[in-house]
Every structure is written in structure tokens, then in C-alpha cells.
């Protein structure tokens, strides 16, 4: 686990604050849970397309096949969107793959808690000021199981598009298929090389505004496996507060004179805009507020000399998943 040793008052915030995702070690949370989970998840998948569509009216919870969202968004996997808060949402799941997401998400929630508690010591604030946000009754927690199968099609297919989390902190586990990328800040993708023993985090948008950017959201994607790789299955808690729940820089964290980059807004104002774009949008861009000087955050113009002498990714291309 960090040992909460990023003192983000002077410049350098270390991995989170340059890249917005580090690694977790050492976490706790019993290899047996996420294998359980891993095993129960390969076995709804496999199961045929209409029973698993059976478990998909809930949107946008559920089971969800190539569609990300309402707006257009498509990638060749599959998943489950559940809420954590609300019991995983009304429609039913085979029991022995409920039992082992309950089990596996307590155990990762706590991590996202810890992780959250080392942060706000890091930052100097009360160690319970970003945990109690994101995990209090009414919290807006979610957890996703992504199921990507390889890729019969093309290599570099998009499994997932880019995009940063909207919530405050998400918490990634995956079996041994890689296909997960981040953006640096200079813009180049780097892989992550798949870790089934660690845990991974993001900083996400929330978290970026009320730490007044000190804390940067980190834009991630996933390659789909090629045909004769393995699926890759991932597991990832989000970490979101609660619809009334204001966000903004947070007081304590403020300069004399240090203006806040972000108009006001609820974590419900949030969800909502973000719903109604797409996922590579600059999801924060609207609640931005312009300053002299100041480097827009994750907006499309950030790596825009990166992207003059890059080729941009390859268009989604998918087709059925199953
Ligand atoms: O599957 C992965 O590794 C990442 C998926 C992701 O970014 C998401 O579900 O938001």
C-alpha cells in the first residue's frame, strides 16, 4: 500500500499527482476472493447471449454487450454495471456469482477506503475527509466486471475507449491479459502490464477537482486481446459520493490566493452531464474555470502536440461480442 508520504502542499505529488494511477501491493484483499469471483464471472459470460440479456434490464445497470452508455459509445466486451450501495440493483444474478461480487467488493471498498484515508493524510487533511465522501449512506459506489473476449476481427481493436472515471477514486483488478493503457501527461499511451496480484488505482475527476488539480485524472483505455490470446476480465470498484454531495476544492487545500479552478457542482450535476456525453469528451471542460496561465485539464488541447506527430488510435471496429 502507499505509505501516504505525498506531501501535495509544494509541487510534486508524486505518481498520483504526475500520473493519476499507481500501483497497490500488499492490499489485503485474499487472492481467493477475486479468484472466486473471476471464476463465477468466466461462467456467466459463457453463458448464451439471451440469458445474459435477461439480466440487463436494469440500464443503465446490468449486463451490458458492446454498448457503453446511451451516446454511441461501442468497444468489443461485454459486462456487469451493479451498484454496491443499493444491493447490486433489483435484477437477479446466478447466487454463487452475487456471493462472490459481495464478498470480493467489501474487501476491494476497503481498500478504496484505506487508499482514500493515505491520500487525505498525504494532502494533510483530516484522514477521514475523502474516505467519509464516497462511503457514507446514499454513496453513489459502483462496481463494473469487464469481460473482453480476443478478438477475432483486427488486432488493436478497442476493447474500451479512453476516458477518465468521473467518480473520486476506482480500484482495478485483472487476470494475466493485458490491454490496459494510461496517458501520461505528455500524452503517449504506455501498457500496463496485467498484475492479477495488485491492485490498481485511478484518480478520477472528483478527485481531481477537489484537490484543485493537484491530483490529475488519469485518461486509460483497453486494447482488446487478439484472437489466440486469452480474455481479459476486469474488476473495478468506483468510488462515487453521494448525489447531494458538493464538489469542490476543498478549503483546507487552498493557498493564500489559490482561485479555484472548478465552478461549484454536485456529484448528481456531475453524473448527469457526463451521462449525456461521450466517453473520450472532456467531461470536466464545461466546469472549468478559465485562468491566466492555467493548463486546461484533460481537455483534448493538452497533448495536442503530441497528437500532431502521433497517429491517432484506431477507430472503434467492432462487431458482435458473441
Ligand atoms: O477493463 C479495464 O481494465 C478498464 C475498464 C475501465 O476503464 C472501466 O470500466 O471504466
Given at each position: 500500500m502507499p505509505q501516504g508520504n505525498c506531501k501535495c502542499g509544494g509541487a510534486d505529488c508524486g505518481p498520483v499527482g504526475a500520473v493519476g494511477f499507481f500501483r497497490a501491493t500488499?492490499?489485503?484483499?485474499?487472492a481467493a476472493l477475486a479468484d472466486a469471483l473471476e471464476a463465477r464471472a468466466a461462467a456467466f459470460f459463457a453463458m448464451p447471449l439471451a440469458d445474459k440479456l435477461?439480466?440487463?434490464?436494469a440500464r443503465p445497470l446490468g449486463y451490458g454487450n458492446?454498448?457503453?452508455?446511451?451516446?454511441g459509445d461501442v468497444g468489443w466486451l461485454e459486462y456487469l454495471l451493479l451498484s454496491v450501495s443499493s444491493g447490486h440493483g433489483s435484477f437477479s444474478l446466478p447466487p454463487s456469482l452475487r456471493a462472490a461480487l459481495d464478498e470480493y467488493t467489501a474487501a476491494v471498498r476497503e481498500v478504496g477506503g484505506r487508499v482514500l484515508e493515505l491520500m487525505a493524510d498525504g494532502l494533510g487533511l483530516d484522514r477521514t475527509a475523502l474516505r467519509r465522501m464516497v462511503q457514507v449512506a446514499g454513496s453513489d459506489e459502483l462496481v463494473r466486471v469487464n469481460h473482453y473476449p480476443a478478438c477475432?476481427?483486427?488486432?488493436?481493436?478497442?476493447g474500451f475507449g479512453e476516458h477518465t472515471d468521473p467518480q473520486v477514486v476506482s480500484v482495478l483488478r485483472s487476470n494475466r491479459t493485458g490491454g490496459l493503457q494510461i496517458m501520461l501527461r505528455d500524452g503517449r499511451w504506455v501498457p500496463v502490464a496485467p498484475d492479477p496480484s495488485s491492485l490498481f488505482i485511478n484518480v478520477g475527476d472528483s478527485l481531481q477537482v477537489l484537490t484543485n488539480g493537484r491530483f490529475r485524472s488519469v485518461k486509460h483505455r483497453v486494447v482488446a486481446p487478439e484472437a489466440g490470446q486469452h480474455s481479459r476480465l476486469s474488476v473495478i470498484y468506483f468510488g462515487g459520493p453521494a448525489p447531494s454531495q458538493r464538489i469542490a476544492?476543498?478549503?483546507?487545500?487552498?493557498?493564500?490566493g489559490e482561485q479555484s479552478l472548478y465552478r461549484d457542482f454536485t456529484w448528481g450535476e456531475y453524473k448527469n452531464a457526463a451521462y449525456k456525453?461521450?466517453?473520450?469528451?472532456?467531461?470536466l471542460g464545461p466546469f472549468e474555470i478559465p485562468t491566466a496561465g492555467m493548463e486546461p485539464s484533460?481537455?483534448?488541447?493538452?497533448?495536442s502536440a503530441i497528437a500532431a506527430v502521433q497517429p491517432p488510435p484506431p477507430p472503434p471496429h467492432v462487431g458482435q461480442v458473441y
Open positions: 500488499n492490499h489485503g484483499v485474499p435477461e439480466h440487463a434490464s458492446k454498448s457503453i452508455g446511451s451516446n477475432p476481427l483486427a488486432s488493436g481493436v478497442t476544492p476543498l478549503p483546507e487545500l487552498l493557498r493564500d456525453t461521450r466517453l473520450g469528451d472532456n467531461r484533460n481537455s483534448d488541447h493538452h497533448c
